[in-house]
């Protein structure tokens, strides 16, 4: 019954994908979508090629562009008089934008990033991802402070147009917007003089060279350091004219949820074309530019459901990491597994020093070393168990109410375990094998989705009234089973570029 009625759909919606109008809107969407994936993702390629970071808040710096374009446009082009001097005012502008995003990539390299280089990945993954969340946090007090609205519609922003974005354009009977045809304008533009400045400029040349060896870079009296504050720099400074053309866009917009928005198809293009490739990143961008638009149409005009285009982003990404783990023009790398890896699989645990385990495997003073190394640990557990019978005797103790109001909650506390728990099985996780599990909450929400169903009875197979802890030990099992399907195809893979 479903497939003799979703049949004809199917071949209606076919039908109509292929007719040439359809198939050329969609081919210029996705060029526009491609544009803009490119320059945000080239900004991740050109630090992570050079610096070697993950740099978790580039999508922040392209929030904070949108934003910042927004208030130029206003304020510049709003105010012009004449076509001719809006289109300069917008040059100013986005010259303007480029450069305060830039000195804000490179304060932040100098001052943070520039501390970590020596480190694992995790700290750099961790520092960014912290200053992804400040960054954030501070464009939301911002807002609400000065009551600032979304620019969601690009003909707001600019008020009068200038005549070449004020209509749409006709053209073989296609109803082109000027805003598309801009945005790929715009985009091809930059991405040609960042390809001109790697390959054409000598400072472009010392930045390739040092991409590949960075001693030996500074061993010629090259200054490594001022080199990787500028990339940064520059990687930052284009994610924010970016998000100016994003601004723009009706459906983008200027928002704070648009760092996060941009951030993780951005990761997928750089992952998909190749860690540190600025080619590989540009085709990559194309063809996930091209599967959005698709996905976008065919969703939204064929079947109409909803959130599956970003879906089927994803699913690009993980073909990619089965299929050629290093990306399309990434070189594969050999022996990626991590040294802390390395020596958990051979039974060493990387965090204890190798004179303890010695002294371990000989079987002396063993607890005299269990004391020291594990006391404050037990004296934090022992603190956090007894906290709700200290705070319950406090409550109900003369002091009362001062103490209610000045200690914090039970249910705080437990909130403390739970994320501890979840902390400790991470650290777990990536102590002994190596693999940092972004996807870590999948298990989180897995457990508590599980619960929650089966504590209303909407989990086949059990009754309501199930007990807690076998609901609890049955949440831990489908975990595991989700776990081993995910390592299955995770463990194969040995990273995405041998940089």
């Known amino acids: 019954m479903t497939g003799g009625v979703l049949a004809p759909l199917f071949v209606d919606a076919l039908g109509e994908f292929f007719r040439p109008g359809t198939l050329s809107e969609v081919f ?33 710096f392209t929030m904070l562009g949108a934003y910042l374009g927004g208030l130029v446009m206003v304020v510049l082009v709003g105010s012009a008089t004449g076509d001719l001097a809006r289109v300069l005012f917008f040059l100013i502008g986005t010259l303007l934008v480029f450069a305060a995003i830039g000195a804000l990539g490179g304060a ?33 007090i911002v807002v609400a402070f000065y009551g600032l609205q979304p620019v969601t519609d690009w003909r707001d922003a600019l008020g009068t147009k200038p005549a070449f974005m004020a209509e749409n354009i006709e053209f073989a009977g296609l109803t082109v917007g000027p ?9 091809t533009i930059t991405i040609g003089a960042v390809w001109l400045f790697l390959t ?15 001693e030996m870079t500074a061993a010629l009296g090259i200054d490594v350091n001022r080199v990787f504050t500028t990339v940064f720099a520059l990687g930052s400074a284009i994610a ?12 983008w917009g200027a928002s704070l949820p648009l760092a996060h928005e941009t951030l993780l198809p951005a990761f997928v293009v ?20 091209m599967v959005d638009a698709t996905m976008t149409w065919w969703f939204q005009n064929a079947i109409t459901f909803t959130g599956l285009p970003e879906m089927m982003i994803f699913l690009v990404l993980v073909l990619t990491l089965i299929v050629r783990p290093q990306g399309l023009f990434g070189v594969e790398e050999v022996g990626a597994i991590s040294d802390s890896a390395s020596d958990a699989v051979d039974g060493v645990d990387p965090a204890v020093p190798e004179e303890d385990t010695i002294a371990a495997a000989s079987g002396t003073e063993w607890w005299r070393r269990y004391l020291r190394d594990h006391t404050a640990h037990a004296l934090v557990v022992a603190a956090l168990a007894l906290y709700p019978f200290v705070y319950a005797l406090l409550v109900a103790s003369p ?18 375990f739970y994320f501890g728990l979840f902390a400790m099985s991470f650290d777990f996780v990536s102590g002994y094998t190596g693999y940092l599990s972004f996807g870590h909450a999948i298990f989180y929400g897995t457990g508590a989705y599980f619960v929650v169903l089966a504590a ?36 194969r893979l040995s990273g995405c570029t041998s940089r």
Not at 41 to 46: D, H
Not at 241 to 251: H, K, N, R, T
Not at 270 to 289: D, E, M, P, S, W
């Open 108 to 140: 932040v390299e100098v001052g943070l990033i520039r501390q970590l280089y020596d480190r694992p990945p995790i700290y750099q993954i961790l520092l960014t991802f912290g200053l992804a969340l400040v960054l954030d946090e501070l464009a939301r």
């Open 456 to 491: 209303n009875g909407q989990v086949p197979l059990l009754a309501p009234g199930t007990p807690f802890m076998l609901m609890l030990l049955l949440a831990g099992l489908l975990a595991v089973v989700i776990a081993l399907a995910i390592g299955a195809l995770s463990f």
């Open 399 to 416: 002091l009362g109410t001062e103490a209610e109001t000045l200690l914090p909650r039970v249910d705080t506390m437990v909130g403390v």
């Open 270 to 289: 750089v992952i998909v074309g190749g860690l540190g490739t600025f080619r590989g990143t540009v085709v990559a961008a194309g063809l996930v530019g």
């Open 28 to 60: 210029l969407n996705g060029l526009s979508k491609a544009a803009l994936y490119a320059m945000i993702a080239s900004g991740l390629t050109l630090v992570f090629g050079l610096l070697g970071v993950l740099n978790f808040a580039h999508g922040s």
């Open 200 to 214: 054409r400029t000598r400072y472009g040349m010392v930045v390739r060279a040092g991409s590949e060896d960075d």
């Open 240 to 251: 924010g004219v970016a998000g100016m053309l994003l601004m723009w866009d009706p459906v």
């Open 179 to 187: 805003l598309d045809l801009f945005q790929i304008a715009f985009g």
